[in-house]
Structures are given as C-alpha cells and as structure tokens.
C-alpha cells in the first residue's frame, strides 16, 4: 500500500471517530473540569494535525507544485 | 438565576473606558494597516493578492483569522450556553480535519493553476476548467448571495456584542443613557456596524490584500490572545476551572437531547451530518484569494498542520465559557450576548472588558476585510474586465472599479444588518456555509475528475443552490432548521450537486484534450 493510500484510510478512520456515539451521555470530567466529549474532541483535534504532519511529509504533491513553480508562467 | 439577583450596582456599566480601548485597539490597527500601504506597489496584482508574496506564518494567521469570526468567539459560547457540550464537535473537531483537508487538497492545486495561469479568482478557474463564460455568470451572483449571510454574521455580531458590553448591567444604567435613550444607555447595533465597516473599507482600500492580510494576522494574535485572557480571568472569578464546571447545568454536559422543544444536546443525525459544513472551506472566495497570495506551495505547510490546533486554542476555552454560563445566566439570555454578559458580569475591571471586546471585534474584522475584498475582486476581474476586456482599463482604474463595488456591497450589508439585526449569528452562519459546501462537489470534480463536464457544472451548481434554497426558505430566511431527526438540509443540498454533477457529466460531451491537459498536467 503506498503513503498516499495509508494517510488516504488514516483520513477515513478519523472520520468515522469522530462519531463518537459511546460519549453521547457521559457527563464524566476530566481532569475535574472537562466533561469527557470535550476532552475527547480537544484530543481529535491534536490527532487531526498529527494526521497532517503525515499527510505533509509522505503525500506532498511534489511534482504538481514543481511544476507550478517551475518554468512559463502566465501571471501577467 | 437572575443576574439582577447578585450583580451590584457598579461602575462598569457606566465607565467609558472599555469604549476607549476599543478606539485604541481600532486606532492601533489602521495605523498597521496604514503600514501595510508603504509596501503597495500600485499594481492591481498586488492589490488583489499582493503579488503572491505572503509567507507561512502570515497565510496561516490570515487563513485562521478569515475563518473564525463573530461565528467562533461569539457564537461558539452562544452556542454551548444554548445546546450544551456537543457544540465543539459540532464544527471545532470536524473542522480541523476538514478544513485542513480542503487546503491541502484544494487549496494546493487552486493555488498551482493559480501560479501557473495567473488567476485571481476561483471563476476564472472555473470558466477555463469547464471551458464556459457562461458559468461565470451563473456562480457569481451566487456567490454574492452566500458571502452576505456571512458579512452579516460578522457586522450583527459587532453590534450585538457592543450592545451586550455597553448596556445596563443589573440595575446601573447603560454607557451612554442620554445619547441613546432608546437602548437604555447601550451603543446601538447599527452605529457599531457603520464604525466597523468603515475601518475595515479604510484599510483594504489602503492596501488592499496585503493590508488584510496584515491585520488578518493583528487581530487573529489579538483575538486568540484575548479569548485566553478572557477564559482565565472568567474562570479565576468563578473560583477555579472544577467549581466552574460543577455549577454548569448537567444536561449542558452531556449531549442526550433534553430541554423544552428538544432545544439541550445534538442529535446524532445532526451531529453527523454536521460533519459536511466545514466543507464550505473549499468554496470559500475570500479563502481562495488568501490561498493565492501564498509565496510558495510550501507556505501551505503550517497552515495545513496547525490550524486544528489553532481552532482548539479559540474553541475549547469559549464552549467551557458557555457551559459555566448555563449556571450564572437565565436560560432565554440570547446566544450572541452570552461572552460579553460574562466578561461584563464578572470580571467587571472596565480595560479587561474593552480587551476582551476588541478580541471579539479582532475576529469579526478578519473575516470581513477578505470578504468585502474578495467581492471588489471578483467583480472587477469576472464581470467588468471578462465584459470589456483588461486593456480597456488602466491598472488605477481597475482598483478603483474593485473599490466602488466593494463600497455598493457594505451599503447592502449594512442595510440588512439593521433589518435582521436579531437573527441568530450561528445560523446565519450555518446556513451561509452550507450553501458553500453543497457547491464543494462543483470544485473537487474540477481538480480530480477528467470527465467532469460543463453541463455536469452547471447541473451541480443549480441542483445544489435550488435545494438549499428552498430549505432556506423552510427555515424562515436564516433559523435554525433540520430536516428528519435532526439532520442538516446540507446533507440533501450536498447530495444534489454531488449526484447532479455525477449523473449528468457521464451522459454528456467531455471537456476538449487540451483542456484536461492543461489542468491534469503530466509529470
């Protein structure tokens, strides 16, 4: 499976946390002052820019940008 | 609980010094702005995307910034004190992986044929990729019309914050009770709407996009800085961040539906199909242009991977901000009045309540100036110049034709904002970046699909735009609205252009070969 392919079902699988159905009525605090759902989404946040870290290191559209900055360009 | 109940009569309703840091902080930022104006180079290139110059750190302040307005300090508060815990995944969670996805893989490939061609806009894009003027036409009022809902968020919820921070608080008068005796002392909506609008024209006329973006990045570091500022001390005063919470409403932190008329928790259809908004991203033109004025590709990096955790920085304090409120404010308190209530009731020194303020105005005006300025932009370069053609013109007068138009369309924002002056800002806004989204399918079929056709485009748009339309107007022009169980009218709208575009460009004529080469280039 290539890099792009990993971040591509990466991508997929956080979608489907994001749904997180098992929070839905847990009023539990974590840390004393974050109820569980917060906590958790705050947390799907750091993992969403991880995710990007990946993204940017393993499917960075070298060509389509090398291309793009590279020779004739029409800007007038 | 009664504020009246525990707020002593005090002096912050009646001091004048937040007003006074407000005037600083707007001073402060046109002088900045003003700045900006020395590095114009009186090119119309620079003036609309200020020659492809702006660096990492400045595209992901101004990028961030443009994205939350009145909508993530204001309605995000507005919102937890409403609907309770599930308002972050609402649109905070879903928004740092789809928004990023959408810079990442629309927004590098607009930014390439931008490069490449020398766009300005996405419509030039869009005639050029599906090889039809005609598409222009159609997009551009419709554009327009979605960009406006979202111009109003921004100047209603300037002047309902102001109104909320000069008001009466308890039984001291309002700021100003002689000068605005209809509002009991408070500045009224409309008078902070005309101020706002006119320091933001002052300044993109000044400079244009390299000024906005320079005060995009001002008041993006002032308004994460204030909402942090405002968290503490808010938390500070309630004895702590596990007595803030532990006064909060139960039902507040969870999110089962409860509350008269299902109004406490999200369903979970609604959560779901939540998910699609933040798509809206990839349609934005204000976005667009900012994307464009990117010196490199490599700009994108620090935008892609720290804009979740930037929305993390804004959002997490003011949802917590928003459940403490459940405990201290009455229940019917209006949502956009919820953060300034807060700071005003309970911090209470005057110059932290005119920061946090100016804060709240910092995030509004750093999506307005995009707006305002996208609008002049594409006008200028999709109708007048598309019409007459740009030698006709000087580059002078180009920016001045961007300038009227931009000076026509604050005159209609403004004039709404006063006629819909108590329509609720996170509405507005969803409905305003659902329309977007539903049109998300139109460009991702653009980048990605050789066989994606003109008549599968024009299919997509008026499919999508004709079902939001009429769930627009189901709604009420702007209420809150869902269809079945709870799910969002942009799962349908969404779903019609995806299937429009789909269906329709199988059965038609396919783009010519020197087009799709041109925009699926080999390497």
């Known amino acids: 499976m290539t890099s792009k392919k990993i971040i591509l079902a990466l991508a997929l699988v956080l979608g489907v946390l994001h749904h997180d159905t098992w929070n839905w009525g847990n009023s539990d605090l974590v840390l004393g002052f974050m109820p569980v759902g917060l906590f958790y989404h705050a947390c799907y946040s750091l993992a969403a820019s991880i995710l990007w870290v990946f993204a940017i290191k393993f499917a960075w559209p070298k060509d389509l940008v090398d291309w793009a900055e590279g020779g004739e360009s029409n800007e007038s | ?196 609008c006119l320091v933001v024209l002052c300044y993109i006329f000044a400079g244009g996009s390299r000024a906005a973006a320079w005060a995009n990045t001002f008041q993006t570091i002032v308004f994460m800085a204030m909402g942090l500022l405002a968290f503490y001390l808010i938390s500070d005063k309630l004895g702590g961040l596990g007595a803030a919470i532990a006064q909060a409403n139960d039902a507040h932190l969870v999110r089962d539906v409860s509350g008269p008329d299902d109004s406490v928790g999200v369903p979970k259809l609604m959560f779901l199909s939540y998910m699609l908004i933040p798509l809206s991203v990839g349609m934005f033109p204000h976005l667009f242009q900012h994307w464009l004025t990117a010196r490199s590709a490599k700009s994108f990096r620090l935008t892609v991977i720290a804009h979740p955790i930037c929305i993390m920085i804004v959002w997490v304090p003011c949802v917590l901000i928003g459940l403490w409120a459940t405990g201290k404010l009455p229940e019917g308190t209006p949502g956009g009045a919820v953060l300034a209530k807060m700071v005003g009731i309970l911090v209470k020194d005057p110059i932290v309540v005119g920061l946090v303020t100016a804060g709240i105005l910092a995030a509004i005006m750093s999506s307005l100036d995009s707006q305002f300025l996208c609008l002049g932009t594409m006008f200028t370069n999709d109708v007048v110049i598309d019409k007459f053609g740009k030698e006709r013109f000087t580059d002078k007068q180009i920016i001045l034709i961007a300038r009227l138009f931009v000076i026509s369309i604050v005159i209609i924002t403004y004039v709404f904002s006063i006629l819909l002056f108590k329509k609720s800002v996170f509405d507005l806004a969803i409905w305003s970046f659902s329309g977007f989204a539903s049109l998300t399918p139109l460009v991702f079929a653009a980048l990605y699909w050789k066989g994606a056709t003109k008549t599968g485009a024009f299919a997509s748009i008026i499919c999508a735009i004709g079902v939001w339309l009429y769930f627009f107007k189901a709604s009420g022009w702007g209420g809150e609205y869902t269809v079945y169980n709870g799910m969002m009218p942009v799962a349908f709208s969404f779903g019609a252009g995806a299937l429009a575009m789909i269906i329709v460009s199988l059965f038609t004529a396919k783009p010519a070969e020197s087009t799709v080469n041109k925009f699926f280039p080999k390497f």
Request: aromatic share 12%; proline share 5%; glycine share 12%.
């Open chain 2, 1 to 196: 609980m009664n504020p009246e109940n525990f707020i002593p009569v005090n002096l912050l309703a009646t001091s004048t010094i937040p007003v006074v840091v407000i005037a600083i902080y707007l001073g402060l930022l046109l002088g900045l702005a003003m700045m900006s104006k020395l590095l114009f180079r009186g090119t119309s290139t620079d003036y609309f995307v200020a020659s492809r110059s702006i660096g990492p750190f400045m595209l992901l302040m101004s990028v961030f910034g443009t994205t939350m307005t009145a909508f993530a300090l204001v309605g995000s508060t507005g919102k937890a004190f409403e609907r309770g815990v599930g308002t972050y995944g609402l649109m905070a969670s879903s928004s740092g992986l789809i928004h990023a996805a959408c810079f990442f893989l629309i927004g590098i490939k607009l930014w390439s044929f931008g490069k490449k061609y020398g766009y300005v806009t996405q419509i030039q894009f869009f005639r050029d990729r599906f090889e039809s003027k005609a598409i222009g036409y159609l997009l551009f009022p419709i554009l327009v019309l979605l960009v406006i809902p979202y111009l109003l968020i921004g100047v209603i919820g300037a002047g309902k914050t102001i109104m909320g921070v000069t008001g009466p608080k308890g039984k001291a008068p309002g700021m100003f009770p002689e000068l605005f005796e209809s509002t009991s002392g408070a500045i009224p909506g409309e008078l902070t709407g005309l101020v706002i």
